[in-house]
């Protein structure tokens, strides 16, 4: 098995496996849960790093929720250079192509359009990754992903991958196309509110079964539009029936990340059902 998500870029992204260990999920390459490891995946996507360290934020970082949970670290990383200096040998060494995330685009209070740019080219340069995925936030327009994936892409040659808020997906996959985007990531789960343990309310994106039929939908909406790009599904996928689904809507690989957290057990059933 071979799928590519890259075919309009000199440098391809083939993967051999349908299955992508999501943003963060198995941390920065170096929090894999027994008896789950890298050859279960087409690929795998690092947690994201900004241009410097950044602490997070202070607890409570997670609310449960009846059929989920919300996180939110507040963008918790060692930031590119230690990132790249401590991990990145061992990327090399998973035998599986390694994406970098770039994610906490704000011009008000995190990171801004500039700050990506650097990142692509920083990334580009170390032939540490194979590609990268570019998290656009819910408040995103047409025009603002269109500038920010055409400037990502000046910046390097690498494969991109724009992951499409779910809300927004439909308005927003053409102009990341028209921008530069080799593939679709849908998507990235909608923002809610609930009380932590502790009683202080957590604000994040939805994680969990929860999150699975947002993805649904935001996918077959995009499908719908024939665009002719490779479509990934995330977010909240937790079975062989499942990835079905997401096949059947035209998503060529999807993403696993919160059963990686909760039942490891469960991803590797999964790996062996979906090669088989």
Partial sequence: MSIELAPGNKQGLSLAAPLIAGSGAVGLGDAWPAPVNAAAFGAIVLS???????RGLAAPRLAELPAGFLLNTGGQNPGYRR???EYGRNWQRLGVPVLAALDGLDEAG???????????????????????????????????????????????????????????AAALAEACLQG???????????????PADEGPLVEGAVAGPIAFPFTLSA??????????APLVAAGGIQT?????????????????????????????????????
């Fill in 180 to 194: 530069g985007a080799d593939a679709l990531v849908v998507g990235l789960a909608p923002r809610a509110a609930y």
């Fill in 110 to 168: 995190g990171q801004s359009m500039g700050d990506w740019v650097r990142l692509a080219e920083l990334w580009g340069e170390s032939g540490l990754v194979a590609g990268l995925e570019l998290a656009l936030p819910e408040e995103a327009h047409p025009r603002l992903a269109r500038e920010v994936l055409n400037a990502v892409r000046r910046a390097t040659t690498l494969p991109l991958l724009a992951k499409l808020p779910v809300g927004q």
């Fill in 48 to 54: 994201p790093v900004s241009l410097s360290p950044r």
């Fill in 83 to 85: 990132a790249a200096q």
């Fill in 240 to 276: 062989h029936e499942q990835v079905r689904m997401c096949q059947e809507l035209g998503a060529v690989a999807v993403q696993i990340r919160s059963l990686l957290w909760t039942d490891p057990l469960a991803v590797a059933r999964l790996a062996v059902a979906v090669a088989g």
């Fill in 219 to 228: 996918l077959r909406r995009v499908s719908a539009l024939r665009l002719g």
